[in-house]
Nanobody, 126 residues
Framework: QVQLIESGGGLVQAGGSLRLSCAAS????????MGWFRQAPGKEREFVAV????????NYAISVKGRFTISRDNAKNTVYLQMNSLKPEDTANYYC???????????????????WGQGTQVSISS
């Protein structure tokens, strides 16, 4: 079965950095676009970043652009999210998700994704 396992979350001070990883198994990783989403308590799940199947095209939420970088290693079936200049409002549970490549392009809506991980908690103190 498909598994997406996130790691790398934790508690850091504002201005700090974290690197999240998501290891995928049970799917042909290279034919999936990979996204990161986050959900804070009492809020809806929101798009953070997405990378295309080949790793050369990315898209970011305005709130994280310039601070976060998404990347992938298809040889390791892993997608990463480097998060710098973290702010208290970045506090959330972070999820990775897989979307099978289609002609529709990179997706930002959670409902478009086929598989999800269990999430990793990121907490930023002020």
């Amino acid at each position: 079965q498909v598994q997406l396992i996130e790691s790398g979350g934790g508690l850091v001070q504002a201005g700090g950095s974290l690197r999240l990883s998501c290891a995928a198994s049970g799917l042909t990783f290279r034919i999936y676009d990979m996204g990161w989403f986050r959900q804070a308590p009492g809020k809806e799940r929101e798009f953070v970043a997405v990378v295309n199947s080949g790793g050369g095209v990315t898209n970011y939420a305005i709130s994280v652009k310039g601070r976060f970088t998404i990347s992938r290693d298809n040889a390791k079936n892993t997608v990463y999210l480097q998060m710098n200049s973290l702010k208290p409002e970045d506090t959330a549970n972070y999820y990775c998700a897989a979307n099978r490549v289609t002609y529709r392009g990179l997706q930002v809506e959670p409902s478009k994704y086929d598989y999800w991980g269990q999430g990793t908690q990121v907490s930023i103190s002020s």
